[in-house]
């Protein structure tokens, strides 16, 4: 049966003193296999937090917790991992107010999701962005339609920044409603607007006919365009 206090146990619970260098060895390693797998999560994911503030939460998260329950797991190893950590954020803080491309690539930059109230389909990878989480958000704010947006932001921490439109400048737009977005289009009719479901592109059909492609970006998927003013 163990004693309690065995003090070999409980700091380095029976290592050599060497062990530490090991501990350290593995806090780089994990630190940067924690931040490399987050920044490829994406900033969506990570909301409110850096990438890199939200690496120390978990690492010191689990080398705080540990040693609270775990006889196995000593005092003095789980000490030096928070002196790692924080040595490591310091350096990654250091690089960021150094570096222009250490920061960009750890905390990204805006990236303008709408212009004009249409997707900014040159400046981001339309398929990376998860569609219904994004039209979510601008619901809750009471958006109807594209049209309805000058410009949208994904900010660095994962917000979305939002700026409307008078009700005066509202224009034509892609309807972001379930069941407007749904209401695929089968036939065009000669002067009616249409918005492409990909890019929010608004073009009027030239003929009658049953199918249409998008003049911006290339996409034949079509649903009816909107012009409600939105009502807050």
């Keep these: ?25 593995r806090c780089i390693v994990m630190y940067f296999v924690a931040l490399i797998v987050l920044k490829l999560a994406g900033r969506r994911g990570v909301k409110q937090l850096s990438v890199f503030e939200l690496v120390i ?3 010191l998260g689990s080398a705080a917790g540990d040693p609270l329950f775990y006889e196995n797991v000593g005092l003095i190893p789980a000490s030096f991992v928070f002196i790692i950590i924080l040595l490591l954020y310091r350096c990654t803080t250091f690089l960021i107010s150094r ?10 930059k805006p990236i303008y999701l709408i212009e004009d109230g249409e997707f900014s389909i040159d400046k981001f990878s339309k ?3 998860a569609q219904d989480e994004f039209f979510t958000e601008l619901r809750l704010r009471n958006v ?3 049209g309805q947006i000058d410009l949208a932001i994904l900010e660095t921490n994962g917000q979305i920044s939002i700026f409307f439109y008078e009700d005066k400048e509202v224009k034509l737009g892609l309807p972001i ?15 009616q607007p249409y918005a492409c479901k990909f890019c929010g592109n608004i073009q009027e059909a ?13 996409k034949d ?12």
């Design 1 to 25: 049966m163990k004693e309690i206090f065995e003090w070999d146990r409980l700091f380095m619970n029976n290592l050599p003193y060497n062990f530490l260098l090991e501990v350290g060895f």
């Design 57 to 59: 939460i978990l690492t």
């Design 99 to 108: 570096s222009k491309k250490v920061e960009n690539w750890l905390e990204g």
């Design 127 to 129: 398929e990376a962005l």
């Design 144 to 146: 109807t339609h594209l």
């Design 177 to 191: 409603l379930p069941h407007a977005f749904n209401e695929k289009v089968v036939s065009f009719k000669k002067g």
């Design 206 to 218: 030239i003929l009658n006919t049953h199918e249409h492609i998008c003049d911006r970006c290339g």
């Design 221 to 232: 998927k079509w649903v009816y365009a909107i012009s409600d003013k939105r009502i807050t």
